[in-house]
Structures are given as structure tokens and as C-alpha cells.
């Protein structure tokens, strides 16, 4: 039975389903102008329209395939809209910056993207503590007190050192006091 329906009538009896069972809500599904008829008939058209763009919904709901909502993505992630790169540039932007995944290949992969070469990343500077450092344990400083971090890469042409190091400090915001070293080493 189920496939050989049209999909506006298979959504309609879904939602009947959810209403209680009895003679009262038989006569109201028999009455077409009731409410009850009128409410599924109002919801059928939101699911039918729902369902027709879903693949669409579906796309701009991953950054990879985004085009529409490239910058609402861009603006909750980063603050601000990258209108001077190209889709595939804003897209790889979008995924360097997520906060769940920065390491030094995401610093890596962010200088790609503007054209720098990253040579090396360092962190020279650890945090001190004072006492135990373990679990549950009350200490001086939290290890996110003071985190330093240097970031050297060969000479690069001075826009894209610019929207480097503007992007980067998008990404760890203040995570970190970033230092960019530029040379040939």
C-alpha cells in the first residue's frame, strides 16, 4: 500500500495518525472544513514544501556544499564575511577555523589558503602551576593563563600576510598571544 500513495496523501494520513483514535476525531477527519481537517491540510502543505527543498536544507546545513548561507556560516564562525576570496576559499577558511579541531595542520592549512608557506610552529613558553597538578586540585594559574605561541613562515606577499594573520587570530582568538615571524629559515 504504502509506495503506490502519493506523497501528499501519505503525509496526511501520518499526521492523522498522531491524533487520538475515536468517533469524535472520525467525524471531524470526515468533515473537511472542521479544524482538526484544516489544521492537517494547513501542516500537509508545510511538509510538502519542507520535503521538496530538503536536499537544499540538506547541503547548506554542511560548510562543504553551502553556496546560499556561506556568510551566516562565515559570520558565526568568524565574526565577519570574506567577501574578497572565492566559494572554495571562503569554504576552506570556514573548515580551518573550526574550534574543535586546531593544531598545527589547521595553522598549516590556514596559510595555504592565503598563499603562506608555515614552516614551523612552536609554543616556547609553558604555563607555570603552583602545588599538585592533578585532578580536583586547587592551583595558582589555570594552564590558559598565558599560552604563547610563535608562528614562522617564508616571505609572502604583504595582503596575504595581512588576511593570515587576521584569519588566524579569528581561529584561536584569545587562546593564544600569537607572534608571526617571516623569513627564509
Not at 57 to 83: K, P, Y
Not at 127 to 142: E, M, Q, V
Not at 151 to 177: C, M
Request: hydrophobic share 40%.
Amino acid at each position: 500500500m504504502g509506495m503506490n500513495i502519493a506523497p501528499a496523501q501519505r503525509y496526511e494520513s501520518s499526521i492523522k495518525k498522531l491524533f487520538p483514535q475515536g468517533e469524535w476525531w472520525d467525524r471531524q477527519f470526515s468533515d473537511p472544513e472542521s479544524d482538526v481537517s484544516l489544521f492537517v491540510k494547513a501542516k500537509l502543505g508545510e511538509l510538502l514544501r519542507f520535503r521538496q527543498r530538503m536536499s537544499e536544507l540538506l547541503d547548506e546545513s554542511r560548510i562543504e556544499t553551502s553556496s546560499a548561507l556561506l556568510g551566516d556560516w562565515e559570520r558565526a564562525r568568524l565574526g565577519a564575511v570574506n567577501h574578497g576570496l572565492d566559494t572554495e576559499q571562503r569554504r576552506g577558511v570556514l573548515q580551518a577555523s573550526g574550534a574543535d579541531s586546531f593544531n598545527i595542520e589547521t595553522i598549516k592549512k590556514t596559510g595555504r589558503l592565503f598563499g603562506v608557506t608555515v614552516t614551523d610552529v612552536s609554543f616556547p613558553y609553558r604555563p607555570a602551576f603552583f602545588g599538585h597538578c592533578r585532578f580536583g586540585a586547587d592551583r595558582l594559574s589555570s594552564p590558559a593563563a598565558f599560552s604563547v605561541l610563535f608562528v614562522k613562515a617564508l616571505p609572502a606577499q604583504e595582503g596575504a600576510r595581512r588576511e593570515f594573520e587576521r584569519q588566524l587570530s579569528l581561529t584561536i582568538l584569545a587562546k593564544y598571544i600569537t607572534h608571526f615571524i617571516y623569513g627564509g629559515d
